[in-house]
């Protein structure tokens, strides 16, 4: 079975090699992917821009409309981040957020996994963005689930080392949307948000202890009604090689992570999409390989196979 992935190479093109980013993790993401064993399974796609009314879904006109007119405020280019913007920002901000919902509309019309080669930018408020965030891809894509779909019980599940705190203060009293984070309390965001469930791990925290706290999280919502979305935030920046991480998981213990949160979809037959999250990965090499794992383990997934023990 192939594995739809939505990517375009302005991901990377569309920050300026001179940002504090590791811009290219995305295109060599997707070379890892088109160049190793399981190369045959994945479908890439490339993305439409999203649309400006599913933006307002959740961000604020004003915002929406400072963004895409270039008034930002400087204060507020300087609190996302990604430094000095190109002229093709923009463009690359609607892509990289349509390739969220293009795979949410792709999983609830068709079931199984699909994933974006990008996105998870959980930092992104209402009105305002934050930590390499501009708008708030899974926030927009359960609103438009929830529009188009009917979805009426979705579940973010944040597995980034830094909590989600956009995310969660923009679905602080829907209902509908379920925002889980399991992250560092030692680290960005220092000022935390609320999400309906947070596992907190201390700085240095390893595999057991981070396999643990995710046992316990998917354990609780394995009590709960089946949600008709999941949004899986699948960030490796919890490896012990990474600059902005403070955790000290190792590649297996991701994948470990990996295997665990797709039994826990398939068992259930819940729709699943994959964004990417951070990896800062010194050196870059280690975040790419983990990024990798995430995406060819959702294949074995798809086809109800076990990835490891």
Known sequence: MMLALWHAPIYTEGIDPGARFPRERYRLVRQS?????????????????????????VHESSYVDAFLHNTLPEEAMRRIGLRPWTGCMVER????????VEAVHHVL???????????????AYRDFGSGYCIFNDLAVAAAVARRDHGVDRILVLDLDVHQGDGTAALFASDAGVRTVSLHCGENFPFRKMMSDHD?????????????AALDRVLEHEAERDVPGLLLFQAGVDGLATDRLGR???TREGLRRRNERVYRFARERGIPTVITMGGGYGDPLETSIAAHA?????????????????
Not at 109 to 123: D, L, P, S, Y
Not at 293 to 309: H, I, L, S, W
């Open 33 to 57: 992917l088109e160049t190793g064993a399981t190369r045959e399974r994945f479908a890439f796609r490339h993305p439409q821009p999203v649309a400006i009314e599913d933006l307002r879904l």
């Open 93 to 100: 901000t609607l892509v990289l957020t349509g390739g969220t």
């Open 109 to 123: 019309e068709n079931g199984g996994i699909a994933g974006n080669v990008g996105g998870g930018t959980h930092h």
């Open 199 to 211: 596992e907190v791990l201390d700085a240095g925290s390893g595999d057991g202890t981070y396999l």
């Open 247 to 249: 955790l000290a998981l």
């Open 293 to 309: 794992d995430v995406f060819r383990q959702a294949v074995e997934a798809d086809e109800g196979e076990k990835t490891c023990a």
